[in-house]
């Protein structure tokens, strides 16, 4: 997995905030987060812009700031839960070959 440029980062923002990101970009969008200040505070900006609009023009009251960082330890959640029903099924998909194995071997040397 390469790493996201800034300038890679910013043309996310937007589907980030639209929730439109497959999770390997997703992934490499949030670990690019973990290490550089300026787009997260670019995108808390951002955020700020496009959905702090939405909610004035709908009268709610809004905490952005705790929104955002709600949301991204949502995405973090998914992710991680995403990668341990890959590892799940990864050792059920092992089990599985080995017991196949285990059964032709008997079958073999039974006869």
């Known amino acids: 997995m390469r790493d996201l440029t800034c300038k890679q980062e910013e043309k996310l923002f937007l589907p980030f905030i639209r929730d439109t990101l497959d999770n390997r970009t997703k992934r490499q969008f949030l670990n690019h987060l973990d290490h550089c200040d300026q787009c997260l505070e670019e995108l808390s900006i951002q955020f ?14 809004f905490d952005l700031n705790r929104e ?4 991204i330890a949502t995405e973090r959640r998914h992710l991680h839960i995403l990668d ?16 196949s194995v285990l059964i032709f071997l008997i079958v073999v040397v039974s006869f």
């Open 48 to 61: 700020l812009v496009t959905i702090g609009m939405q909610r004035l023009e709908n009268g709610d009251a």
């Open 68 to 71: 955002l960082r709600g949301r």
């Open 84 to 99: 341990s029903l890959q590892g799940a099924l990864f050792a059920a998909q092992a089990i599985t070959l080995l017991l």
